[in-house]
């Protein structure tokens, strides 16, 4: 307990400084640990759809969490990029194929797997990781994982999603439009 004296307000006021200061400065660690993990090609969090999060033990008996490929997500992802580069299909398109395909976000304890969204669909066709990069705070670096399409094919898909977006919103008439 700390009075309400002149000396117990300063320790309280030392003892609130030194825990803003612990605060500030974990922050500043975990920033500093976060930004050497993805330097060195390391995945910051979970790893997207097409990968899994796994745990290892090193030789040393340490664990070590690092990325695998899906077997059942991957394949699917995979013929996502590559459809898509072939410029025959729409992401709305490719979404619908994908859901028929049985492809479904991975289960959380709080979430039940479920179909992806067309946003989602959009969202991993421009995702530098499955190319094989790691971005952290808008840089990219050379990710450790196994790149799920060649950089070739990545690149088409970015060259076709532009294209796709003028085409659409050329022939695409809204209610809101009419008069």
């Known amino acids: 307990n700390i009075d309400e004296t002149p000396s117990g307000m300063l320790l309280h006021g030392i003892m609130s400084t ?27 969090g979970r790893a997207p759809i097409g990968y899994l999060n796994v745990r290892k033990r090193d030789e040393l008996g340490r664990e070590v969490r690092t990325i ?4 059942e997500r991957a394949p699917m992802i995979e013929w996502a990029f590559k459809a898509y580069a072939s410029g025959n299909w729409t ?11 049985g492809l479904v976000s991975l289960p959380t304890p709080k979430r039940p797997s479920k179909p992806l969204a067309v946003s989602s669909v959009h969202r991993l066709l421009t995702n530098p990781y499955y190319k ?21 094919v990545w690149y088409q898909v ?7 977006k003028r085409a659409s919103e050329a022939t695409q008439l809204h209610d ?3 008069k």
């Open 68 to 71: 695998e490929l899906d077997p």
């Open 18 to 44: 030194i825990a803003e200061f612990y605060s500030r400065n974990l922050a500043t660690e975990v920033a500093k640990g976060m930004t050497q993990k993805a330097i060195g090609g390391g995945t910051n």
């Open 91 to 101: 992401v709305s398109q490719l979404h619908d194929e994908l859901t028929s395909r």
């Open 132 to 152: 094989g990069d790691v971005t952290y705070r808008g840089v990219n670096y050379k990710g450790t994982h196994a790149p799920l399409v060649p950089a070739e």
């Open 176 to 178: 809101h439009d009419r």
């Open 158 to 164: 970015q060259s076709v999603l532009p294209a796709h």
